[in-house]
């Protein structure tokens, strides 16, 4: 069974930084693309991030310049660099994996409060 479980979340000031990892397990087989979505309480899920075998990489508008995706693909592992974080950047963040076929998987969900 495929599984993908994220690390990092957590509280952050105004300016700070955080770093997201996203890690799967239960396949052998390297996903297509991996990617970070959010999610802030009353709204709909949003792609943050996304990255591709190929490493080639796609942005929110919001998050541009300020966060940076990268992945291992020999571990199935995504990161997401966050620096200089607002606080409209509250939500919950989910990986996803995703395989040329079209199946996906996502991650239970990690929480990014920015606050004072």
């Known amino acids: 069974q495929v599984q993908l479980v994220e690390s990092g979340g957590g509280l952050v000031q105004p300016g700070g930084s955080l770093r997201l990892s996203c890690a799967a397990s239960g396949t052998i087989f390297r996903f297509y693309a991996m990617g970070w979505y959010r999610q802030a309480p009353g709204k709909q899920r949003e792609l943050v991030a996304s990255?591709?075998?190929?490493?080639?990489?796609n942005y929110a508008d919001s998050v541009r310049g300020r966060f940076t995706i990268s992945r291992d693909n020999a571990e199935n592992t995504v990161y997401l660099q966050m620096n200089s974080l607002k606080p409209e950047d509250t939500a919950v963040y989910f990986c996803?994996?995703?395989?040329?076929?079209?199946?996906?998987?996502w991650g239970q969900g990690t929480q990014v409060t920015v606050s004072s």
């Open positions: 996803n994996g995703r395989y040329r076929s079209g199946s996906s998987y």
């Open positions: 990255v591709t075998s190929g490493v080639s990489t």
